[in-house]
Every structure is written in structure tokens, then in C-alpha cells.
């Protein structure tokens, strides 16, 4: 069984940054493809951005796009979400996933592995 651990959330003011990292105890190589999603209470986990291994192409919500940046660092094992410029609307908790399944990145359950979560308040 994979683990993953997300880090970095926090509570910041609306147009402040964070950035979110992600260590699973599996190589992050191993994942042809891992993503970012965010849940808030009542509401259905929704994809926000996506990174493949090969050529690296990225993929994001339409709501994140300019503002997010997805990026993974196989020598530190590492996926990261650079979030910027954040709005209110961005609140909820965010969680990484790991080994996707054949079909879109943005399924709910698409990947195989997911991690606990870690919560950004914005206000």
C-alpha cells in the first residue's frame, strides 16, 4: 500500500501564496501520472491540476488556471502545487493522488492511491 503525505496548507489572506507538497513512499516516477484535488465539506472532490512523467504536460481546472502551477521533483520524490493569487473560493482541503487509471486525470476515482489532506483557509 502506497502513503502519500501532503504538506504546506495554512491560513492566509486573499491574494497570498502557498505552495503544497506531496511525498508519497513510492517514487514519483513509478506514477505516469499524479494530481492535485480539492474537497470542501458537502461538496464532491474536484480536480485542479494534474502532471504527467512523460513530456511533462500538465493539465488544470479552469478555475486554478494562471494562479496554480503544478510540478513534480523525482529527486526529492516530491509533487508540489503552487498556488497564487488566492481567492476565498479556493478554501477546501487538498489532496494529492497517485496512479491514475486509463481516462481523464480529473475522475474522482481515477487514482489508486490518495493522500490525507491538507487544508488552506483563504479569507
Known amino acids: 500500500h502506497v502513503q502519500l503525505v501532503e504538506s504546506g496548507g495554512g491560513s492566509v489572506q486573499a491574494g497570498e501564496s502557498l505552495r503544497l507538497s506531496c511525498v508519497p513512499s513510492?517514487?514519483?516516477?513509478?506514477?505516469?501520472?499524479m494530481g492535485w484535488f480539492r474537497q470542501v465539506p458537502g461538496k464532491e472532490r474536484k480536480g485542479v491540476a494534474a502532471i504527467y512523467t512523460g513530456g511533462g504536460s500538465t493539465y488544470y481546472a479552469d478555475s486554478v488556471k494562471g494562479r496554480f502551477t503544478i510540478s513534480r521533483d523525482n529527486a526529492k520524490n516530491t509533487l508540489y502545487l503552487q498556488l497564487n493569487s488566492l481567492k476565498t473560493e479556493d478554501t477546501a482541503k487538498y489532496y494529492c493522488?497517485?496512479?491514475?487509471?486509463?481516462?481523464?486525470?480529473?475522475?474522482?476515482?481515477?487514482?489508486?492511491?490518495w493522500g490525507q489532506g491538507t487544508q488552506v483557509t483563504v479569507s
Open positions: 493522488a497517485m496512479y491514475l487509471y486509463p481516462g481523464a486525470w480529473d475522475r474522482t476515482d481515477g487514482y489508486k492511491y
Open positions: 513510492e517514487p514519483t516516477y513509478t506514477s505516469d501520472c
